[in-house]
């Protein structure tokens, strides 16, 4: 029937196009019959199969029978609408098409390898297809929307990934606002000694970049403070960050830290977290000597004039007249307006105390990696001496792989920094204390540039490697503190007890313990395990889902230094490349309300989460703000009179649709 | 008259229920994208229609989609407070108990109907529940819900008849 | 001379209701039966069907069926008038929709007749008679119309030029279609003769709805004293008004009673029970699985609220018939 909006709908000229993707899709669906029994629905005018339709020839193949037969819709049955809707849109538009005057069916993901059996497979190809043909005839010429992006980036999380980010994008003249929650930047890397597989001091590669960051202009950097809400949309984000009070003015501190030697308290009292509990600090510290920025911090759950307020107040006296002591602070709500958001908020390690067959927590001589890295580090609790708790210097020393990854009860995945950070150790151990070190792994996993060659190393320096899991660890009969690892050496086929004096667990990482949260506010995707979800595995790997959100670093799963800063540094391009364009092209997918139609019940108002919905009293009617609304569709949906409509999702388009699936062949 | 056979068994063992699944486009969209790609297999007696939101799901097209003779209707969206669209889903939620109740008034089985809360990442799960629901259904057997002219014009014969 | 144009009416599955509405029209009714010849109108006239039978096809030049179509005979005259007519018009709501005997397609017949003369409270009936199609008494054959299974709308059944949506259509509406056939000044074929926009439109209250709605019950009327001036979906009660098409000038509401949503839905809407329950459902102020059924459990009969007119228009029509 004609519809006079659209004109007639029936005179539409329809070309479609099955894609063999190689044997991905003809594998396992009848492509020929597919393209045949597309030829026979009404409206269609030209349907083939090609091998490749996204190859240039493929889209070729579209924009020359454009020409030839005079077509005005396209359906494309090919892979997902996320991989290639964009450059079929592209060919029609070359081809003298309106871009939206086309449909992709996916017959890949939803059906070739999904469903072996080729009779039923070909069955919903056609079922597919046919609900393409007659929704597309339905589509109206529309337009992409433009939206201008604000310059300024928003970076959360200060390890070396959002370090690296926000010199980057600040570099090339872009504002960065930096929001770090502990009151240093630096990360996990700030605590690390040396970083594999060159061995070269982290502190002296980081904490130039760490400094740089406080020094640049362009950057605007909020530690110990945490984002709270997002919203907004790609390229005007609105965001509001919680800083929290440090009972110290950061504009007028300068870290010189007479304050803590000041300190009614002599000694440390506090675990210090930094060093994961292994040494005390005071109410009021840095947490490690190149911190940035170089701000005190008090803690008013130890300081006495927080707990007693009868303090004798030193510290003050100390600062003297720069009165950066300030007992009042309270945290402050700042709401910043950024066009991208890049998120490199790390990872956690694994807690060893899951698994209680290691030991860790019950006798002292087990150590997680991390808490080594502390010891073996010259601002550590010892000062770089590696000594155990005692006070002892390990003779022999045994380090276990894969705790708490590669296993059915804690998590599946490989952490892939494991391996490569004990021999690092086994290394240092070695040279510092000239131990024996017996190295458990499952496998020995060295996929890097040099990381191959520093296990032949390693081992060529006479560390012990034996290939089997170690399946308990208990202390001697001797209760000399010593503790033997037990293992089935899975190459000599027999069973290994090795006595200790030093356990050191290479703990895998995981997600943040709050990612879902983190995710939330940021409105993306976690897979399992808490990692951030990128927008494509290969092609999108720092891309999310959310536009103008990008990923990098261990949040999206664990990763190395030189990966994590990689990754960094292809987001903040990315930004940069959407902020360098000045504007983001945006779906049409907008919902509007006929004005003539509405009758002002207001259904809609409440349902749109942005706000977009305004209500003109004086007319009586509702309408949308184009540039609010974001494509949901929900007011659509509920309204009671059909008055709301959704560009590209119309309900004759999607009744089209059910009716296409549904029709028998 | 509208005819509907409540399933023989053996006639339930040749069935192939219709179903169609309404996805949004960022969570169970992209489980089934996953799924694909991870190389699931999965019952193939879905027929998905894409939307951006389970927000926009019109309680009209589910019962137009049992009205053109799905056996059965899936609506994926992301888990609650998940949603790409921040509360599209809830909408959802509000509507999916009164649209299954209105539906069992009208004689259409809870099982033909279902809501399922799938994200990005939960490929197994959507293998599970499409596996689950196709089976379901199945053991419903077809739904039968056209009313075809010559059904009057037959029952006409036969009312006059009588 | 020039003959009057040939008007009809016909009554089908209803209530009277509608043969009311046109007396209704008062004073003016005079002007319409001046300005045609009634050729056919079984509730006022003796005009049999023999009479209909004998006119020209065509010759009539409207007829107002009003009633939902569930028998035989109804289906019948149906056929015949459309042949006899050049313009049909549904007239009311259950012509155009089904209406309330639409609601019997919630049912089976064997059943609605078991109520009906056996097992409602009102009825004595010891044998247990049901009407029969054909009996013999005293030597003559008698005969009933036969009873469908499903109640249905005219356009069900044939081709239908114009509706008249109400239950019944007011004398406005009525009033203004005559004008326009009896002038030529007639929308395009297949139109509902009403405002293609929601009742809300036209509804005194409406400046009374707060921007941001959200129910946390639904009542029925008599649950409440009920404001006289406020919005009555602000106050709980579930008013059709959002998802009906307007032209009555909500009369009901200025009664102090909800919309229950006898004019159809606006021509944007195909299935009218389903748009209200999205909108209604849509706005309940709960994110919580129990709460929300908790809040629309309130509904206890959806089909019946929802649907009150307008089932055999709806998508599905009718409950699913089960046949062993």
Not at chain 1, 174 to 188: D, F, Q, Y
Not at chain 1, 249 to 278: H, S, T, W
Not at chain 2, 79 to 104: A, I, M, V, W
Request: glycine letters at 8%; proline letters at 5%; hydrophobic letters at 40%.
């Amino acid at each position: 029937m004609p519809t006079p909006e659209h004109g007639d709908a029936n005179a539409v000229r329809i070309g479609v196009y099955i894609c063999h993707c190689g044997t991905n899709i003809a594998g396992t669906v009848d492509v020929h019959a597919v393209a045949e029994h597309a030829g026979t629905l009404p409206g269609v005018v030209v349907a083939r199969e090609y091998k490749y339709m996204c190859s240039d020839p493929g889209q070729e193949l579209i924009k020359a029978d454009i020409r030839e037969h005079r077509l005005d819709r396209i359906v494309v049955a090919s892979c997902s609408p996320h991989l290639h809707e964009k450059t079929f849109r592209g060919a029609v538009a070359d081809g003298g098409v309106n871009p939206f005057h086309f449909q992709m069916v996916n017959i890949r993901e939803h059906v070739s390898w999904v469903h072996p059996d080729k009779r039923a497979g070909t069955e919903k190809a056609d079922a597919l297809v046919r609900a393409a043909v007659s929704r597309v005839r339905h589509h109206k010429p529309l337009e992409t929307r433009r939206v201008p992006v604000r310059s300024d980036v928003l970076v959360v999380g200060g390890g070396i990934a959002g370090i690296h980010a926000a010199l980057t994008l600040a570099d090339a003249g872009k504002h960065v606002t930096l929001v770090e929650r502990e009151p240093t930047i630096g990360g996990h890397m700030a605590m690390f000694d040396k970083t594999f597989p060159t061995l070269d001091c982290a502190a002296c590669i980081l904490t130039p970049k760490m400094t740089a960051v406080k020094a640049h202009p362009n950057i605007t950097l909020w530690a110990y403070a945490e984002v709270q809400a997002v919203s907004g949309y790609v390229g005007n984000f609105t965001v509001t960050v919680k800083r929290k009070p440090r009972y110290v003015r950061d504009d007028v501190c300068v870290g010189c830290q007479e304050c803590i030697d000041a300190c009614v308290y002599k000694v440390g009292k506090e675990p210090d977290a930094f060093n994961l509990g292994m040494s005390k600090r005071k109410p009021i510290y840095l947490p490690f000597p190149q911190a940035v920025p170089q701000v005190v911090t008090i803690d008013p759950e130890s300081c006495i004039e927080f707990k007693s307020g009868k303090c004798k107040k030193t510290c003050v006296e100390a600062c003297a007249d720069r009165h950066a002591i300030d007992f009042t602070q309270q945290e402050r709500i700042e709401t910043i307006e950024v066009g991208t958001i890049l998120l490199t908020t790390g990872f956690k390690v694994f807690d060893a105390k899951r698994l209680p067959s290691y030991g860790y927590g019950t006798y002292p001589n087990v150590y997680t990696a991390l808490e080594v890295e502390r010891l073996l580090n010259a601002s550590g609790p010892t000062a770089g001496e590696m000594v155990l708790r005692d006070g002892r210097t390990p003779r022999t020393v045994g380090i276990i792989h894969c705790i708490g990854s590669r296993d059915e009860h804690t998590n599946k995945h490989c952490s892939r920094v494991c391996c490569m950070y004990a021999l690092k150790l086994a290394h240092l151990v070695q040279e510092r204390t000239g131990a024996e070190v017996y190295d458990f792994y499952i496998d020995m996993r060295t996929p890097g540039k040099g990381f191959e060659e520093f296990y032949n190393r390693v081992a060529e320096e006479g560390v012990h490697f034996i290939r089997g899991k170690v399946a308990d660890v208990y202390p001697t009969a001797e209760q000399d503190g010593r503790l033997i690892l037990q293992a089935e050496d899975t190459l000599l086929g027999n069973v290994r007890r090795i006595p200790v004096d030093m356990v050191i667990l290479a703990v895998g990482l995981e997600a943040q313990a709050d990612a879902e949260d983190v995710r939330r506010t940021f409105n993306i995707t976690c897979g399992t395990g808490g990692w951030f979800t990128e927008r494509h595995p290969k092609l999108a790997p720092v891309a999310t889902f959310t536009d103008g959100v990008w990923i990098a670093g261990a949040c999206q799963g664990p990763k190395d230094i030189p990966d994590t800063v990689a990754q960094a540094g292809a987001a903040a391009g990315e930004a940069l490349a959407l902020i360098n364009a000045g504007h983001i092209e945006l779906e049409p997918n907008t919902a509007y309300i006929v004005a003539a139609d509405c009758s002002g019940c207001k259904t809609c108002v409440p349902m749109c989460p942005y706000k977009a919905i305004g209500f003109d009293a004086e007319q009586g009617k509702a309408a949308i703000n184009e540039v609010l609304c974001k494509g949901c569709g929900t007011c659509v949906s509920v309204c009671p009179s059909g008055s709301a409509r959704q560009n590209l999702f119309e309900d004759d388009e999607i009744y089209a649709e059910i009716g296409g699936v549904l029709a028998h062949a | 008259m509208p005819e509907t056979t409540t399933g023989s068994a053996a006639a339930a063992e040749r069935f192939e229920p219709r179903i169609v699944a309404f996805f949004c486009n960022w969570c169970t969209y992209l489980a089934a994208d996953l799924a694909g790609t991870t190389r699931l297999k999965y019952a193939p007696n879905i027929r998905v229609v894409r939307v951006m939101c389970s927000g926009r799901i019109d309680p009209q097209f589910v019962l137009d989609a049992f009205a053109k003779g799905a056996d059965g209707v899936l609506i994926g969206g992301c888990h609650p407070g998940d949603c790409h669209y921040e509360s599209g889903n809830y909408k959802t939620l509000r509507r999916f108990q009164l649209l299954r109740r209105t539906l069992r008034a009208l004689g259409i089985e809870d099982d033909r109907f279902r809501l399922e809360w799938l994200s990005a990442s939960e490929a197994e799960p959507l293998k599970t529940v499409v596996n689950d629901m196709v089976e379901k259904v199945r053991a419903l057997g077809p739904l039968h819900l056209e009313v075809p002219a010559e059904a009057f014009a037959a029952e006409g014969e036969e009312v006059a008849a009588r | 001379m020039t003959a009057k144009p040939k008007i009809a009416f016909y009554w089908c599955a209803s209530c009277g209701g509608c043969e009311e509405a046109v007396v209704d029209l008062a004073e003016q009714v005079l002007d319409v039966v001046a300005a045609v010849d009634i050729v056919f109108w079984p509730c006022a006239m003796d005009f049999k069907r023999h009479d209909v039978e004998a006119m020209a096809d065509g010759s009539i030049a409207a007829t107002f069926v009003n009633g939902a179509v569930r028998t035989t005979e109804q289906e019948e005259m149906a056929h015949l008038l459309r042949r006899k007519s050049r313009v049909l018009v549904a007239f009311g709501a259950c012509s155009q929709l089904g209406g309330i005997p639409g609601l019997a397609n919630l049912s089976d017949t064997a059943s609605v007749l078991a109520t009906a003369y056996r097992t409602s409270p009102s009825t004595v009936n010891p044998d247990g008679v049901l009407p029969q199609r054909h009996t013999v008494d005293g030597g003559h054959a008698l005969g009933l119309p036969g009873l469908y299974e499903t109640v249905r709308t005219l356009d069900q059944v044939t081709d239908v030029d114009y509706y008249l949506p109400g239950c019944a259509p007011t004398p406005k509406l009525i009033a203004a279609a005559v004008q326009a056939l009896l002038t030529g000044a007639l929308p395009a074929k297949g139109s509902v003769l009403a405002p293609d926009i929601a009742l809300c439109d036209e509804c005194a209250r409406k400046a009374s709805k707060p921007d941001a709605l959200a129910l946390a019950a639904f009542k029925r009327p008599s649950e409440v004293v009920l404001n006289e001036e406020e919005c009555l979906l602000a106050q709980g009660v579930l008013c059709m008004g959002p998802a009906t098409r307007g032209g009555c000038e909500a009369a009901c509401v200025q009664g102090n009673m909800p919309c229950t949503g006898c004019s159809g839905p606006t021509s944007r809407v195909r299935d009218q029970g389903a748009k209200a329950l999205s909108g209604f459902a849509s706005l309940v102020a709960s994110n919580d699985a129990a709460e929300i059924e908790r809040i629309t459990g309130a509904i206890a009969d959806p089909v019946g609220t929802l649907y009150r007119y307008a089932l055999p228009a709806s998508l599905l029509r009718r409950r699913r018939v089960a046949v062993s």
